[in-house]
T-cell receptor, first 115, second 115 residues
Framework: AQSVTQLDSHVSVSEGTPVLLRCNYS??????LFWYVQHPNKGLQLLLK??????LVKGINGFEAEFKKSETSFHLTKPSAHMSDAAEYFC?????????????FGKGTLLTVNP | DSGVTQTPKHLITATGQRVTLRCSPR?????VYWYQQSLDQGLQFLIQ???????AKGNILERFSAQQFPDLHSELNLSSLELGDSALYFC??????????????FGEGSRLTVL
């Protein structure tokens, strides 16, 4: 069984300051991990994915995430927040075996960016 | 634009009624997934179809059913609606190719309000 915990339901930052969205996971397998973003009134969009290659993964719009097995974490970061980053972010763990229906979504972290 | 189309975008109906939500996947994608998103439950996987056949079931109620047609579009039928069925229903599709695990393309959702 797998699970994912997003440690903050809401993060507020000022434009131009760093972003850190925290995610811890639990998995019986070597996990695949993902971050998805949902802008207001839109569907979810894949931001980045980790699938056992490089532990530092770069995604779209300047986001990156680092897989840390010892800490069972997959935190999402961005050096400088932009107003357009305001959205809800979901950390996702895969049950493996190439079965997309085994994706487990976190509860989401709402990112607010203040001018 | 993800390429996944969902209709209707908004739907208001009464308890006890039946509604049908429609989804057209990205061109070429054979898999369709249905998710329910609510404030208390988060994003919950309902059901997956692959090339017209049911592939996996998640937390889908017996009052709900789905199908995928030969042209690959899918419909989610919700019957005997209850207040608690009010939610955002997402459809997603995926390609079955090497390296695409976990890569789902989401529509913008159908917001169902049951009064």
């Amino acid at each position: 069984a797998q699970s994912v915990t997003q440690l903050d339901s809401h993060v507020s930052v000022s434009e131009g300051t760093p972003v850190l969205l925290r995610c811890n996971y639990s998995s019986s397998y070597s996990p695949s991990l993902f971050w998805y973003v949902q802008h207001p009134n839109k569907g979810l969009q894949l931001l980045l994915k980790y699938t056992s290659a490089a532990t530092l993964v770069k995604g779209i719009n300047g986001f990156e995430a680092e897989f840390k097995k010892s800490e069972t974490s997959f935190h999402l970061t961005k050096p400088s927040a932009h107003m357009s980053d305001a959205a809800e972010y979901f950390c996702v763990v895969s049950g493996g075996g190439g079965s997309n229906y085994k994706l487990t979504f976190g509860k989401g972290t709402l990112l607010t960016v203040n001018p | 634009d993800s390429g996944v189309t969902q209709t209707p975008k908004h739907l208001i109906t009464a308890t006890g009624q039946r509604v049908t939500l429609r989804c057209s996947p990205r061109s070429g994608d054979l898999s369709v997934y249905w998710y329910q998103q609510s404030l208390d439950q988060g994003l919950q996987f309902l059901i997956q179809y692959y090339n017209g056949e049911e592939r996996a079931k998640g937390n889908i109620l017996e009052r709900f059913s789905a199908q995928q047609f030969p042209d690959l579009h899918s419909e989610l039928n919700l019957s005997s609606l209850e207040l608690g069925d009010s939610a955002l229903y997402f459809c997603a599709s995926s390609a079955h190719r090497r390296g695409a695990d976990g890569e789902l393309f989401f529509g913008e959702g159908s917001r169902l309000t049951v009064l």
